[in-house]
């Protein structure tokens, strides 16, 4: 059983593990559905290192969908001086949130 492993999700990197709860970009898969990511770059086990070149071959973690929703509101402002002109906008990234069940090494 792997101990915990790097996975690529969304063009982020993540280190996961059994039980633990990540915060991802959003991704399209309803609530409760189970994920395979399978793009693993590094796994470590009780007794080895595996790295990938990029990806380790046949490994895969799985998840399961907790939920969906939207990040706090993060303000931009634009301003340059002496010419009247401020820009104030906002924007809400939305976010997936996955429960890491296990992961999977091949031999």
Same mark, same amino acid.
């Given at each position: 059983?792997?101990?915990?492993?790097?996975?690529?999700?969304?063009?982020?990197?993540?280190?996961?593990?059994?039980?633990?709860?990540?915060?991802?970009?959003?991704?399209?898969?309803?609530?409760?559905?189970?994920?395979?990511?399978? @793009?693993?770059?590094?796994?470590?086990?009780?007794? !080895? =290192?595996?790295?990938?070149?990029?990806? *380790? +071959? %046949?490994?895969?973690?799985?998840?399961?969908?907790?939920?969906?929703?939207?990040?706090?509101?993060?303000?931009?402002?634009?301003?340059?001086?002496?010419?009247?002109?401020?820009? @104030?906008?906002?924007?809400?990234?939305?976010?997936? !949130? =996955?429960?890491?069940?296990?992961?999977? *090494? +091949? %031999?």
């Amino acid at each position: 059983m792997a101990e915990y492993a790097i996975v690529d999700v969304g063009g982020r990197q993540y280190r996961v593990a059994p039980g633990d709860v990540i915060t991802v970009e959003r991704l399209d898969a309803p609530v409760g559905q189970e994920l395979t990511l399978d @793009r693993v770059l590094m796994v470590r086990d009780a007794d !080895r =290192l595996l790295v990938g070149e990029p990806l *380790v +071959a %046949g490994a895969k973690a799985v998840a399961r969908v907790l939920e969906h929703g939207r990040d706090r509101k993060v303000l931009v402002f634009k301003y340059k001086p002496k010419v009247n002109y401020r820009r @104030r906008y906002g924007h809400r990234q939305p976010y997936t !949130r =996955l429960a890491i069940e296990r992961l999977e *090494v +091949a %031999g």
